[in-house]
């Protein structure tokens, strides 16, 4: 018989294998939360701070705090161009985090592509680190799931430009490792642009104990692939697929693909190859799953060039404004998903 064993945040008696050791109540919460395991609590630098470490920037407002630091709206006179300051909490006892750091901003500016939030500089001031991002004027994918499902054939359009981004990733030898609706951003022109790339690790390299510890999952619980919990070091670009293939599920359903899931099509009235895609893409088995993701592109793009359109949507007032939840269309940049 199993013995159960205390939740990882909470102390609640959870199964052995829970995944991440994790009660389903703190899942859900860290997943509300986008957390990805980073310290809490760290408060923002103020305003006034930030405006004396950065003259070279008009800092316009603050737009998000989290476990990796905060983010500000700023501008660069200069250029008269508006711009996501991400300023990273930093723990002075930490003796491997300058190697994280510059390990993330040279991953970041491998990332040059139109689906991916772009980097524009980073660095250090006063002790201070910092990345200077592209600002997305738009929303992100959670943001229109907030209202449910998503008509199929608006769920259909962001996947290719998802895919695109990762084929990207993926050759310059990139995992993300955190694909999920809180990292993937549509602007005001329907642009789809992925974010957060900062826990991303270089496929190939070897663990370093001193950066991200041997064994350390990375990642958000519920989106993550089977191997990125049970063997972290050993996490390919087929878990970034996997991903994807949880958040097609839900922007079909509106539900996770939890347990015994129904497939697709038992839930929304959509071509039945769409369970397809959506079922190879989640194959606890890597081997079993596309390999590349183009593949998912070709795929999806095959079935939805005839899906039908789906009848009595629990949906319609998105769908009537477009897919576009109205009055709440603001900015947001890569660095604010990954600090909210």
Excluded: W
């Amino acid at each position: 018989m199993n013995h159960l064993k205390p939740c990882n945040r909470c102390g609640r008696h959870v199964r052995p294998d829970a995944p991440d050791g994790l009660c389903p109540g703190c899942l859900i919460e860290m997943n509300l939360r986008g957390d990805t395991g980073g310290p809490e609590g760290a408060a923002p630098l103020p305003m006034e701070e930030v405006a004396r470490l950065f003259p070279d920037l008009e800092i316009l407002s603050l737009l998000g705090i989290g476990g990796m630091g905060s983010v500000y709206k700023a501008r660069q006179p200069k250029i008269d161009r508006l711009v996501a300051l991400k300023v990273l909490s930093s723990d002075p006892e930490d003796a491997g985090f300058v190697e994280r750091f510059t390990r993330e901003a040279r991953t970041l500016a491998k990332m040059d592509h139109p689906n991916v939030v772009t980097l524009y500089n980073f660095g250090e001031r006063e002790g201070v680190f910092y990345f200077i991002m592209e600002l997305v004027d738009g929303i992100t994918l959670r943001d229109l799931l907030k209202d449910g499902r998503l008509k199929p054939e608006k769920a259909l359009a962001i996947v290719p430009p998802v895919c695109a981004a990762l084929e990207f990733a993926h050759g310059k030898g990139v995992v993300h490792r955190d694909i999920k609706p809180e990292n993937i951003l549509i602007d005001r022109d329907g642009r789809v642009k992925v974010a957060d790339f900062g826990i991303a690790r270089l496929a190939g390299a070897a663990p370093v104990d001193n950066l991200t510890g041997r064994g350390e999952v990375l990642g958000t619980a519920h989106y993550m692939a089977p191997e990125q919990v049970e063997s972290p070091e050993k996490v390919d670009h087929r878990a970034d697929i996997y991903a994807l293939g949880v958040v097609l599920y839900e922007m079909l359903t509106g539900e996770l693909p939890l347990g015994k899931f129904p497939h697709p099509s038992a839930k929304v009235q959509i071509d039945v190859r769409l369970d397809e895609v959506v079922l190879r893409a989640l194959e606890k088995d890597p081997g079993r799953r596309y390999q590349q993701a183009g593949e998912v592109r070709a795929a999806t793009e095959a079935a939805s060039r005839t899906a039908p359109r789906p009848s009595g949507s629990p949906n319609e007032k998105n769908e009537k404004e477009g897919g576009r939840p109205g009055g709440r269309l603001k900015l947001f940049a890569f660095a604010f998903a990954f600090a909210a």
